[in-house]
């Protein structure tokens, strides 16, 4: 199964696992998944996963929306956050993002899924049974921001729906 829009992928975790974590969900999944290098355009079917300990941004460079990997404000508690890709991804595109948050600890998210729903794009936040842990998706139910909440079972599915 193909998917016909690019994917950006935040995972809390430290620059020395990403790129094996890239890796191997590029071996389990039918799409392709890469580790996010500054530069790189965004391909339907393709997935990026941003490196642990920078930040990633989306941007339009001539003809085509790239990702930016940057250092990012040292002061912030998530390297990467998905706050800042969703602010970012939310000026690029506007309505047109549908945004997942899943199992995660803190409330990284919730203010990004804001600025998406404010320009008409969908939230989904994955269940709280389903979560090991709810906070980021419980952060982003809390404040209302979702259009759907979902396990964690049924969100491939849906996305498979939405997108063919």
């Keep these: 199964a193909t998917l016909p829009v690019p994917l950006l992928i935040v995972q809390h975790m430290p620059a020395n696992f990403t790129p094996a974590f890239a890796q191997r969900l590029d071996q389990q ?14 391909q339907p079917g393709t997935a990026l996963l941003a490196p642990g300990g920078k930040q990633m941004t989306v941007e339009r460079r001539g003809q085509q929306n790239v990702v930016r990997i940057q250092d990012g404000d040292p002061g912030l508690n998530y390297k990467p956050s998905a706050d800042i890709m ?20 803190g409330a990284d998210g919730r203010e ?17 049974e389903s979560s090991v842990i709810y906070g980021m998706p419980g952060a982003v139910a809390k ?17 498979t729906q939405v997108f063919h």
Aim: net charge neutral.
């Design 86 to 105: 969703f602010s970012s991804v939310a000026k690029l595109y506007g309505g047109k993002v549908l945004s997942v948050i899943l199992t995660g600890m």
């Design 112 to 128: 990004g899924a804001r600025l998406l729903k404010q320009g008409g794009s969908t939230v989904w936040a994955q269940n709280k």
């Design 143 to 159: 404040a209302n921001l979702t259009d759907e909440i979902l396990d964690l079972a049924s969100i491939g599915p849906g996305l």
């Design 29 to 42: 999944c039918a799409i392709t998944v890469r580790h996010a290098e500054d530069g790189d355009s965004l």
